[in-house]
């Protein structure tokens, strides 16, 4: 059942969302070579507490941590440990907060020190299918209209799209209904309306669409090893138009 919010919600999961985005950004300026996804684990819970909000994903699940930190062919879900980054690494952030029983969720991937263009390609590429995606979140329009526009733009750039991962609602709970795939033909699936909050994010593969979970039951990597790709905002459908909500 899609649950849709009132103004008064949607304020507060925004408030969730913002904290998400300026945690994001703190993350970001710190995911450098040396440090441990730990670290960056340990500075998520913190900067997330500095500003009154309690992260959502751990112990979601049992999920051990406050952060994903999926490097390279980790698609997501990985588990902060004492894996050092290093240069020429890619590094997913994906992070999840509750602030006054409302949750925001977004990510984004880190090149860090010296990438090759096409890595830097499959980050642009990925970033951009998700903007493709969030300018289709439009009030009267169908779901899956956002997939098509995201599998379109990452295709169009000879990459591949996740298909075992979803983008999804939003609000009371980290996920809620409807999915949000990141493929499949337009013109399918609820109409948007007014008042639904989605996690839009596309996850996109450099070689095949394929992936595995690791024997950690979390992380998911591509089985042929190729990069992956993924960011994620949180959006509101309104009259207006699509708002990203996790931006600062
Ligand atoms: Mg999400």
């Not at 490097?71 to 050092?84: A, F, L, M, T």
């Not at 979140?137 to 899956?144: F, I, K």
Request: hydrophobic share 40%.
């Amino acid at each position: 059942m899609i649950i849709l919010k009132s103004k008064e919600e949607i304020a507060r999961i925004a408030h969730a969302s913002k904290i998400v985005a300026e945690v994001l950004q703190v993350l970001k300026k710190n995911v450098k070579a040396g440090v441990t996804t730990k670290e960056l684990d340990r500075l998520a819970e913190e900067q997330i507490k500095k500003r009154g909000g309690v992260p959502a994903f751990k112990r979601y699940r049992d999920f051990p941590a406050t952060l994903c930190v999926s490097i390279n062919d980790q698609v997501v879900h990985g588990i902060p440990s004492k894996r050092v980054i290093k240069d020429g690494d890619i590094v997913g952030l994906d992070l999840g907060v509750i602030f006054d029983g409302f949750c925001g969720d977004a990510a984004l991937t880190v090149a860090v020190g010296d990438v090759p263009p096409a890595t830097l390609l499959l980050l642009r590429v990925t970033e951009a299918s998700l903007y493709a995606g969030i300018q289709e979140a439009r009030m009267g329009a169908r779901l899956s209209n956002i997939s098509h526009a995201i599998q379109t733009c990452a295709e169009a750039a000879g990459f591949s799209l996740v298909t075992e991962f979803v983008g999804h609602g939003i609000g009371r709970d980290l996920h809620e209904d409807p999915q949000v795939p990141n493929f499949g033909p337009p013109g399918q699936g609820p109409r948007l309306r007014d008042g639904m909050v989605l996690a839009i994010e596309p996850m996109v593969n450099m070689g095949k669409s394929e992936v595995r979970i690791l024997e950690d039951k979390w992380t998911a990597v591509t089985c042929d090893h190729s990069l992956s790709a993924h960011f994620e905002h949180t959006v509101s459908i309104t009259k207006g138009g699509p708002v990203i909500l996790s931006c600062i």
